[in-house]
């Protein structure tokens, strides 16, 4: 089966760096994803990683460890519509590339 | 172009009655997932349609959850004698799971959210 772990809720302040880690166990991983979430809202997607490595994209930058079982989201220059739900998901070979979802962490960004 | 949508909105239902929840993907994904969401939880997976391939129904918490799909449209999750634990968001996605995209600007994998059905059982 998958376990995905994630803190549950992180604070933040405007402007600053904040990261979001993610651990995980799945017996065939087949990529790794962050998502956004706001209240009420469906979630959006944000990255995509399979390579170890670094992927950046403005604000946003997500990494893997596919050996540590590891991934982080980095927000950089806060703003306050940041706040919101993070969803690390991971596609697992296993039982036919489904996606498993973590609880999320939710972040609060403070002026 | 036309995103993933979900029908009904929302629902209120008298417990023990059945409900049925719509998805219409977007054109073309051949994934289609169903989650359900409790107020400030995360996402559980309940099942999967990948393909023409047997579903993955793994995640359906009991026999009073089911769900079809027609081809690679339209899907609909059933939830027979409703009770107040299924109240809940239940959110449809997919995605176009292709081993071939058309641009590397393509995720095949990413999934694309419907608005949710929220569910209320009274």
């Known amino acids: 089966g998958q376990n995905i772990d994630q803190p549950t809720e992180m604070t933040a302040t405007e402007g600053a760096i904040v990261q979001i880690n993610c651990t995980y166990q799945?017996?065939?991983?087949?990529?790794l994803f962050w998502y956004q979430q706001h209240a009420g809202e469906a979630p959006t997607f944000l990255s995509y990683?399979?390579?170890?490595g670094l992927e950046e994209k403005g604000r946003f930058s997500s990494f893997l460890s596919r050996s540590k079982g590891y991934s982080y989201l980095l927000l950089k220059e806060l703003q306050m519509k940041d706040s919101a739900s993070y969803l690390c998901?991971?596609?697992?070979?296993?039982?036919?590339?489904?996606?498993?979802f973590g609880a999320g962490t939710r972040l609060f960004v403070k002026a | 172009g036309a995103g993933v949508s979900q029908s009904p909105s929302n629902k209120v239902t008298e417990k023990g009655k059945d409900v049925e929840l719509r998805c219409d993907p977007i054109?073309?994904?051949?994934?289609l997932y169903w989650y359900r969401q409790r107020l400030g939880q995360g996402l559980e997976f309940l099942i999967y349609?990948?393909?023409?391939?047997?579903?993955?129904k793994s995640g359906l918490p009991s026999d009073r959850f089911s769900a079809e799909r027609t081809g690679e449209s339209v899907s609909t999750l059933t939830i027979q004698r409703t009770q107040q634990e299924d109240s809940a968001v239940y959110l449809c996605?997919?995605?176009?799971?292709?081993?071939?995209?058309?641009?590397?600007?393509?995720?095949?994998?990413?999934?694309?959210f419907g608005p949710g059905t929220r569910l209320t059982v009274t």
């Open positions: 996605a997919s995605s176009p799971v292709s081993n071939n995209p058309t641009s590397k600007r393509d995720n095949p994998y990413e999934q694309y």
């Open positions: 799945t017996s065939g991983f087949n990529g």
């Open positions: 990683n399979v390579l170890d």
């Open positions: 998901a991971v596609r697992d070979r296993a039982g036919g590339f489904k996606t498993i």
């Open positions: 054109s073309g994904h051949t994934a």
């Open positions: 349609f990948q393909g023409n391939s047997a579903p993955d």
